[in-house]
């Protein structure tokens, strides 16, 4: 195994958290694949430069505080990246619910705010928030639930 190329893996993965994937992608880049790639790869993990559990956490963490994701969205970016279902269950842990629910309320109150301005129509309205929510990736449910809830709407 090239002790350089492990160097510079270790620095890669020290910089911020990568998935095992992003870690294949730049060991192609340097011309190292196969056996090479994996030994480097089994190297970083032992050596805990690379964690794809840690990864899954700081990312869903990072993106619902951020960002403002839904769980939805978090769940399936995870997936998109290859992590295995018992890491992506582990970053979701890092969204408790009360913060989730108060995340969801906030950020609809912040846009109905703002569209109320020129939206005068309430059943309009209701539908931009809810259309803004999803495309987060809130739950359904859960976003027309918060809706139905929020005063004004109530009157």
């Known amino acids: 195994m090239d002790r350089l190329i492990l ?3 270790a620095s890669y993965c020290a910089y911020q ?5 992003e870690v294949k992608q730049r060991l192609k880049k340097w011309d190292v694949w ?3 790639a994996d030994e480097i790869i089994a190297e970083l993990i032992s050596m805990n ?3 794809e559990e840690r990864f899954a956490k700081t990312y869903a963490g990072g993106k619902f ?5 839904g769980r939805m969205k978090i769940k399936q970016e995870l997936h998109r990246r290859g992590l295995s279902d018992y890491s992506i269950a582990k970053g979701m842990g890092e969204i408790g619910d ?3 629910l108060t995340g969801l309320k906030e950020l609809l109150q912040k846009k109905k705010d703002l569209l109320s301005r020129t939206e ?3 059943f309009k309205l209701k539908q931009k928030l809810a259309r803004f929510a999803l495309g987060k990736g809130y739950e359904s449910e859960l976003v027309w639930k918060t809706i139905g809830e929020m005063e004004d709407f109530n009157n």
Request: hydrophobic share 25%.
């Open 98 to 100: 009360e913060v989730y």
């Open 17 to 21: 958290e990568r998935t095992q994937d």
């Open 34 to 36: 196969g056996d090479e």
């Open 65 to 69: 505080r951020m960002k403002n994701w």
């Open 49 to 51: 430069y690379l964690s």
């Open 7 to 9: 160097q510079k893996a």
């Open 120 to 122: 005068t129509d309430v």
